[in-house]
């Protein structure tokens, strides 16, 4: 399999990179505008400081622009979020509702070790 997909992988970590970006602003977009099902929340408060990493950071990483550093303060905001919202509630994330949280952190780390990539504003200002 490697064979034949191997020569598009370069193209197949542009697109996990544009949709964690994107899916990750749109939890943002609910605490900072109240947008697709979501509360707005102040922006001067733990959340709304977690809103504006989300949805600025998301968008950041979508397009490829700083992503290594955005990519790693986003992974650690999912290891906050994950260790103090989801953490005490059980030991598996699939009991206490943190899959998203973990596999936003691990992306996001994994990002931040690679860079942009191909296909990004990083590679253009090169």
């Known amino acids: 399999m490697q064979k034949v997909l191997g020569r ?3 193209y197949f970590y542009v697109l996990l990179r544009v949709v964690a970006g994107l899916a990750f602003a749109q939890h943002g977009a609910q ?3 109240g947008l697709l099902g979501g509360e707005a ?3 001067m ?8 990493i989300e949805f600025v950071g998301g968008i ?6 700083f992503t290594s550093p955005v990519a790693f303060l986003a992974s650690g905001e999912m290891a906050w979020a994950y260790f103090q ?3 005490p509630r059980g030991f598996w994330p699939i009991q206490n509702g943190g899959e998203l ?17 191909k296909l990004s504003i990083d590679a253009i200002r090169k």
């Open 101 to 117: 949280a973990v596999l936003y952190c691990f992306i996001f780390l994994y990002l931040s070790a690679v860079g942009s990539g």
């Open 31 to 33: 605490k900072l505008f």
């Open 8 to 10: 598009f992988a370069p």
């Open 45 to 52: 408060s733990q959340r709304g400081l977690a809103g504006i």
């Open 41 to 43: 929340v102040s922006l």
């Open 60 to 65: 950041m990483i979508a397009i490829g622009l």
């Open 85 to 87: 919202a989801h953490a």
